[in-house]
């Protein structure tokens, strides 16, 4: 009899425990699944699926930077005007590519009018919210040693390498500093002393000691054993489908089974554009494509700290175990095919500025795509047209940045917790 009734308590839990499935075990993925299971006061089971769930390409990919400090969208006048004057030329830090269809068209038309002053505000007071948020959750989490992933916040070195970016940076440290950030401006001669294997054809720059930066591949693998100790599951499958009816997401579908839950949440990146138009979700965001070039092995000079060549836009990030060249932003659509062009101009970049033979050395190159926004802020929170689909997408190029506080949010809105920022600005 005793056993009897610990079977039937056993199934009425299992009827009773809420499902959540989760689209994408990338950064963000992850990190909603990691405060799901952490502050649910219910069991619940969470099921995360990716196509290559051990390691998404994008959260891979990055070059590994928290920057409270990139409060600034994209979207202004000079963006738009050095845009077309940059249009079609392939080695160039912004690369668009022409094409001919209506969402390309209503992306740039939109990007331009949100590059108005009111417009700018609100995107600044957004971000602001949601990366402060985020790096207090990172410092939070690198809190336990067994959490490591490489995590510095001795801050980010920017190098200017001409007059007119020299005044940008400093226009912009005097910026930031009026909103607290704790960032300086720097002399060539303090600049070359903080890292000496900058060229002495720089010409200052800034610290930002406000910034950090961590190893984004340790991070994901310390995410995925702390997940999988809650018993989040992890699935290797790729969405193709979702069926839904009278205002309810009713079934994911792959190539070979149906997945079922209580909730749902789309966290895949750019790849979140393909999977919402099938339920008529219009969202203004485009696949970004960024490039890297990875060198690994025990180099007897690298950089001290992760290093931002102002004019050329590239970023060396140094890891105990070698370091990354990366940034660029291409809008060309849904394609990872590796452009020489573009990747030769990191390893130019790197050359120019800094004093390692960088022709020499053996690389992986890489390709993935971000999903950027319109007005560069991301979509965060559930859709009005379904009650149990929820969004996290739109980041840019600050998914890792806003990853901890995207992930709370989302967890808080399906555990019916109090928001610790409001999401009216990332309205979907």
């Keep these: 009899m005793k056993k009897l009734i610990f079977v039937l308590c056993l199934v009425l839990c299992l009827i009773a425990m809420k499902k959540v499935i989760i ?100 995107a600044i007071t957004a971000r602001q919210a949601l990366l402060e948020l985020s790096h207090g959750l990172y410092e939070e989490f690198f809190s336990s040693k067994k959490n490591d992933s490489e995590w510095n916040d001795n801050g980010l070195l920017y190098a200017c390498h001409s007059k007119a970016t020299l005044k940008q940076i400093h226009a912009e440290v005097k910026a930031l500093q009026t909103r607290g950030f704790h960032v300086e401006a720097l002399s060539k001669d303090k600049l070359l002393l903080k890292e000496p294997l900058l060229k002495a054809n720089t010409l200052g720059g800034a610290l930002y000691h406000c910034d950090a930066w961590l190893n984004p591949a340790t991070l994901m693998q310390k995410l995925r054993e702390s997940n999988i100790a809650n018993n989040v599951e992890y699935i290797e499958d790729k969405i193709n489908s979702i069926h839904f009816s009278q205002g309810r997401i009713q079934e994911l579908c792959s190539e070979n089974t149906s997945y079922t839950a209580d909730e749902y949440v789309l966290a895949s990146g750019a790849k979140t554009l393909k999977l919402i138009k099938a339920l008529g979700i219009n969202m203004k965001m485009l696949p970004a494509k960024g490039y890297n070039l990875s060198y690994y092995g025990n180099f007897a000079e690298k950089p001290k700290r992760p290093i931002f060549l102002y004019d050329a836009k590239v ?84 998914g890792l940045s806003m990853a901890p506080a995207t992930g709370l949010l989302l967890s808080s809105l399906l555990l019916g917790e109090t928001l610790p920022i409001s999401l009216h600005d990332y309205s979907i």
């Design 23 to 122: 689209v994408g075990a990338g950064v963000i993925g992850q990190f909603t699944a990691y405060f799901l299971a952490k502050n649910s006061k219910k069991q619940r089971k969470i099921m995360l699926i990716d196509e290559n769930s051990k390691m998404p390409a994008t959260s891979y990919g990055n070059c590994g930077l928290v920057t409270p400090s990139h409060i600034h969208p994209m979207n202004s006048w000079q963006t738009s005007f050095q845009g077309l004057k940059w249009l079609g030329k392939k080695d160039a830090p912004l690369y668009i590519k022409p094409q001919w269809n209506l969402d390309f068209f209503t992306w740039l038309a939109s990007f331009v009018l949100h590059s108005k002053s009111a417009s700018v505000k609100k």
């Design 315 to 398: 970023v060396a990030t140094p890891w105990r175990a070698g370091f990354r060249l990366g940034s660029t932003l291409e809008l060309s659509g849904f394609n990872l095919n590796l452009d020489e062009g573009r990747l030769n101009a990191l390893k130019k970049a790197a050359s120019t500025c800094l004093n390692m033979d960088i022709e020499k050395l053996k690389f992986k190159p890489w390709t993935g795509w971000r999903p950027m926004n319109s007005h560069d802020i991301p979509s965060i929170g559930r859709h009005k047209k379904f009650s149990n689909l929820s969004i996290g997408s739109g980041h840019g190029s600050l």
